[in-house]
């Protein structure tokens, strides 16, 4: 089998088209004569069988967190425990219609309403919409919310939006979204932000700062308080990108940090099949001062009255509640994507009050596996070539880290891409490559909580391996996989946009 | 072991710059063009717009990253390497002579002194 396309002709078709209700010939009329097709598409045409066949052999080309571990730095590659599925497949969740009235779904909405009031307590804001359906969704619309309260006090000036240079690449490009221009500040020796930079950075056109606490190097940005006084006081708001909330729920917030805005990725942290674009979930708090300006509508809920039906019992009746005419509108039809918001309310009510084991557990699985990479046992290490170098010079990481190829690829010639694609002749996915770019020959590996330690070991054992293997298989990896080495270059310098046997007119 | 050029200026976005009478060449310095990996486009800057130092006009992407290249000083575009369009890996190839990105006049010419020399640059990059 290769691609659907192989599919076509004359054969038959696996469905039939219901005839149409009005005359065949009326419908033709309608279609001016230039405009109307001569001969029928080539679209595939295949059996139901031959079409399952197909799917089902994609997916076993395919590599997953089902498959095996998947470190992938950033972007917090849980398992997605199986409960949720169940619940969220529940007829009362998966067989009902954003325009049902409010009391078809007090069950969905109740499930809103408490997700929004845990994402409020875990991150120290004030109110929260679950509406935006990714996290860059999520940061261009608290970014619009801040520009509209700069607007609504006179300060619509303010052109400028601080971002440090590790931050991800999204945090500039949704600044860049709603129109401000970009101050990018570099980091300290320590990876850190640096505190002087963004001194000189802030202005009366500052606007906001968006950042992640931990930072994209795995490590805590210990002088965080300090950059949001310094934002503030220059009359700028602080956002937190909340890409790396696994770390810290339970521990601190960004409230208490000093953000005013901050988003959260439930298919990250609160666990979602995600990847190859979703489907994601990127729901925003925001302190009191903002709240005003969310997309409309959130859930709300007020206490029972005796003519109410009975609802889910607990004393409110919930419903969908407007924000009001300071409102940014809506950035997403209907109300984000349900689905990852029902899974992600299952996964967080079975830890409940303990959700802070969930980051203990990442945290420490991240520096487990650290030490266990960079301290090999002697008969390891004296096989290995030459080791890598911490990203970050911190003792302690939080819930990722950072690992510099640069030794190997100035010994070798071997450079962080090889070892990752080699990782992959070993069953595991390559970790997060070259990002963030401000470690040279970077690899970014997040465990998760979800792993258990004899992963952990294998992943480990597994990398000094790689380290002390032949260069020559490195470089050529993998050599296992379905697809071998792909030739990156010659693909982005010579763009297919358009499949070759997609030739349907 | 990065190629500096002892004739040419530098800046700490590793970019170099050739003085040629009233104007000046930019490109990526061999540093740059080897961090980046194959460059597979360039993002060239319009001629006869004017920047000031600093701004962002241009940029290079390779597999593994884009990045943003700045005017080293203030200026008009004058020119811009055609060549780069269809021949982006001129860069990886030869960063110093048909690998240039563009060319600017120069506004002021005190602030040419606050460019780098290839001494500075090389201990910058710590090589």
Known sequence: MSDLFAFNGARGAGWSQPLPLIDKEVLISAIPAKLRRQNLPKWPRASEPEIVRHYTWLSNRNFGIDNGFYPLGSCTMKHNPRVNEKIVQLPGMDKIHPLQPDHHVQGLLAIYF????????????????????????????????????????????????????????????????????????????????????????VGEDTAAMMITNPSTLGVFEHQIAEATEIVHSAGG???????????????????????????????????????????????????????????????????????????????????????????????????????????????????????????????????????????PDPEIAEKIHVMPLNGAPADLVMHEFTLSLSPLKE??????????????????????????MIVPECLMIEPTETESKEVLDKFASDFHQILSEDPDIITSAPHTTDVKRVDEVWAARNLILKHPGNNSN | MSNIPSELKYTAEHEWIRIDGNEIVVGITDFAQNALTDVVWVELPEIDVHFNAMDSYASVESVKSVSEIYAPISGTVTGVNELLEDAPETINIDPYGNGWICKMTIDDVTQLEGLLDSNTYEELIGE
């Open chain 1, 114 to 201: 408490e997700m929004q009031e845990m994402l409020a307590v875990c991150s120290g804001m004030d109110q929260v919409t679950l509406q935006p359906v990714a996290g860059a969704q999520g940061e261009f619309t608290a970014i619009r919310c801040i520009q509209e309260y700069h607007r609504q006090r006179g300060q619509g000036h303010r052109s400028k939006v601080i971002v440090p240079d590790s931050a991800h690449g999204t945090n500039p490009a949704s600044a860049s979204m709603c129109g401000y221009d970009i101050i990018e500040i570099p980091s300290g020796e320590d990876g850190r932000l640096d505190i002087d930079a963004l001194k000189s950075a």
């Open chain 1, 237 to 375: 708001q602080m956002y937190y990108d909340g890409a790396n909330f696994n770390a810290i729920i339970g521990k601190t917030d960004p409230g208490r940090m000093g953000f005013d805005a901050v988003h959260y990725n439930l298919h990250k942290t609160f666990s979602q099949p995600h990847g190859g674009g979703g489907p994601g979930s990127g729901p925003i708090g925001v302190k009191s001062h903002l709240s005003q300006f969310l997309p409309t509508p959130i859930a709300g809920r007020r206490e029972k009255i005796e003519s109410d039906p009975k609802g889910v019992d607990d004393g409110y009746w919930y419903f969908w509640e407007d924000v009001g005419d300071s409102s940014i509108g809506k950035v997403q039809q209907w109300n984000g994507n349900a689905g990852a918001v029902v899974r992600s309310w299952a996964f967080y009510r079975r830890y409940g009050k303990e959700l802070e084991k969930m980051s203990e557990h990442a945290v420490l699985n991240a520096n487990y596996l650290r030490h266990k990479i960079m301290n």
């Open chain 1, 411 to 436: 010994l070798h010639g071997v450079t962080g891409k090889d070892v990752a694609k080699r990782l992959l002749d070993y069953g595991v996915m390559a970790p997060t490559l070259y990002f963030p």
